[in-house]
Antibody, heavy 121, light 107 residues
Framework: QVQLQESGPRLVKPSQTLSLTCTVSAGSISRNDCYWNWIRQSPGKGLEWIGYIYYSGSTHYNPSLRSRVTISVDTSKNQFSLKLNSVTAADTAVYYC?????????????WGQGALVTVSS | DIQMTQSPSSLSASVGDRVTITCQASQDVTVSLNWYQQKPGKAPNLLIY???NLQTGVPSRFSGSGSGTHFTFTINSLQPDDFATYYCQQYTSFPWTFGQGTKVEIK
C-alpha cells in the first residue's frame, strides 16, 4: 500500500528557508496519473494548497506563495520536496504531502501524516 | 480565487442523527467538488469526489449532492466514529481551495 512520509526540520528561523521532503513508499512516483502536492494547515488560514509537481518536473503553484515556493522531484529516490523561503511566523503550520489523482477528475485520496513546522527565533 | 463557504461552522448532534453540511462556492465549480473528513492530529481523509461519488471503502451513510455553486454533504445515522471536522474542496480552477471546515461535535 502506497504511503507518504514528510521529513525535514521542524523549527525554522524567521527569514530562513523551510525545507521538507516527502518520500513515496510501496509505489512509484513516476506515474502519469498523479500530481504530487504540498498542502498546509494553520489555525488562521485553514487548509491551503501550496502547489504540485508532476514526475516530469512540471509544476503549478498557488499564486499567493509562488514568489517564495519551489517544489522539486527526485524520481531516483522516489521523493519530492518543498522549499519555502523568507518564512515568517505566518508560515507556521502542519505541512502535508498528498497525492492527487488527475485526469478529468482531481482529488486527494492519499496524504502523509503531516509535519508541524514552527517558525520562531 | 474561488472562495468556499461552509455552514454551519460547527454543530452538535447525537448518534443516530442525520447531519447536513452545506458548501457554497463563490463561482460555478460545476461538480468539481470533494469532501474530506479530518480527525484531530490526522490528515484529511477523502470521502466524496465529484460532488456525489463515494470514495472506495467509505460507508454508504455518507453522501453528497449539488452542482454549480451550492453543495450538500449528508451523514445518515451519525456514528461515534463520525465526530470530526469536514471540509469541502474545489478543483475547477487554480488555486484549488478548501472550505473553512465544519466541526461535528457530540451533543
Amino acid at each position: 500500500q502506497v504511503q507518504l512520509q514528510e521529513s525535514g526540520p521542524r523549527l525554522v528561523k524567521p527569514s530562513q528557508t523551510l525545507s521538507l521532503t516527502c518520500t513515496v513508499s510501496a509505489g512509484s512516483i513516476s506515474r502519469n496519473d498523479c500530481y504530487w502536492n504540498w498542502i498546509r494547515q494553520s489555525p488562521g488560514k485553514g487548509l491551503e494548497w501550496i502547489g504540485y509537481i508532476y514526475y516530469s518536473g512540471s509544476t503549478h503553484y498557488n499564486p499567493s506563495l509562488r514568489s517564495r515556493v519551489t517544489i522539486s522531484v527526485d524520481t531516483s529516490k522516489n521523493q519530492f520536496s518543498l522549499k519555502l523561503n523568507s518564512v515568517t511566523a505566518a508560515d507556521t503550520a502542519v505541512y502535508y504531502c498528498a497525492r492527487a489523482v488527475v485526469g478529468g477528475t482531481e482529488y486527494f485520496p492519499l496524504w502523509g501524516q503531516g509535519a508541524l513546522v514552527t517558525v520562531s527565533s | 480565487d474561488i472562495q468556499m463557504t461552509q455552514s454551519p461552522s460547527s454543530l452538535s448532534a447525537s448518534v443516530g442523527d442525520r447531519v447536513t453540511i452545506t458548501c457554497q462556492a463563490s463561482q460555478d465549480v460545476t461538480v468539481s467538488l470533494n469532501w474530506y473528513q479530518q480527525k484531530p492530529g490526522k490528515a484529511p481523509n477523502l470521502l466524496i469526489y465529484d460532488a456525489s461519488n463515494l470514495q472506495t471503502g467509505v460507508p454508504s451513510r455518507f453522501s453528497g449532492s449539488g452542482s454549480g455553486t451550492h453543495f450538500t454533504f449528508t451523514i445518515n445515522s451519525l456514528q461515534p466514529d463520525d465526530f470530526a471536522t469536514y471540509y469541502c474542496q474545489q478543483y475547477t480552477s487554480f488555486p484549488w481551495t478548501f472550505g473553512q471546515g465544519t466541526k461535528v461535535e457530540i451533543k
